[in-house]
């Protein structure tokens, strides 16, 4: 099981955070862009037997945060992307969000846009 850090791009408008080569065995970090409130997620590659996505959020402030819970897509359903669903907008603006990802033989690369007015 592997830490996965996303890598960020930071442009005026928005930012760019990428995981890449997330398995079921690893272990997303969460990213912190609070000051945007669209976001959008995307996810390519192979997803293996029943693999998927899941888009996780805390407002936790404390070091160490574990209180995640399932994020929701605009139409109030819990995010969940795989081999139908690749693209998501998110509905809720938490402090930290992170993907979590499940099933057998998953290799995909995550990739979430935060945008808007800072």
Request: aromatic content about 6%; charged content about 15%; proline content about 4%.
């Amino acid at each position: 099981m592997s830490t996965i850090t996303s890598t960020q791009l930071n442009a005026p408008r928005f930012v760019l955070d990428t995981w890449l080569n997330v398995t079921e065995a690893d272990v997303c970090s969460p990213t912190t862009v609070p000051q945007f409130t669209d976001r959008t997620v995307t996810v390519e590659g192979d997803f293996g037997v029943g693999g998927e996505v899941a888009i996780h959020g805390s407002n936790d402030m404390s070091a160490g945060a574990s209180t995640f819970v399932p994020l929701h897509n605009l139409r109030g359903a819990t995010i969940v992307l795989n081999t139908d669903t690749k693209a998501v907008n998110i509905e809720e603006n938490t402090i930290h969000i992170k993907p979590v990802v499940t099933g057998v033989g998953v290799d995909v690369n995550i990739r979430l846009v935060s945008y808007g007015e800072r």
